[in-house]
């Protein structure tokens, strides 16, 4: 059986930084590609950052460079590291995997049930 958890969201000041982890289970991730998504209140869920199975990562144009994507094969676990927050980060933020990185939802084969971010002074 497949599971993914995310963990380490929080509250966090505007400017500050996060490291979000996506920790996997029944799954190797460098089999795979693992997508970040967010869903903020009120608003549909978009993808923020990707990791394909070669280690190439892609993040969409909104992010400006703040979100790094990253892999650790030993701890089968993918991370996110998020710098310079804004408030209009506020968010769930879920992780996914599939067979290649998708804007896409149901190209997607496996979620997480997500970690809340708050940045809020």
């Known amino acids: 059986q497949v599971q993914l958890v995310e963990s380490g969201g929080g509250l966090v000041q505007p400017g500050g930084s996060l490291t979000l982890s996506c920790a996997a289970s029944?799954?190797?991730?460098?089999?795979?590609?693992v997508d970040w998504f967010r869903q903020a209140p009120g608003k549909q869920r978009e993808p923020v950052s990707c990791?394909?199975?070669?280690?190439?990562?892609h993040n969409p144009k909104f992010v400006k460079g703040r979100f790094t994507i990253s892999r650790d094969d030993a701890k089968n676990t993918v991370f996110l590291q998020m710098d310079n927050l804004e408030p209009e980060d506020t968010a769930i933020y879920y992780c996914?995997?599939?067979?290649?990185?998708?804007?896409?939802?149901?190209?997607?084969?496996?979620w997480g049930k997500g970690t809340l971010v708050t940045v809020s002074s």
């Open positions: 996914a995997t599939g067979s290649y990185c998708s804007s896409v939802e149901p190209d997607m084969d496996h």
């Open positions: 029944g799954l190797t991730l460098r089999d795979v590609a």
């Open positions: 990791i394909y199975k070669n280690g190439i990562s």
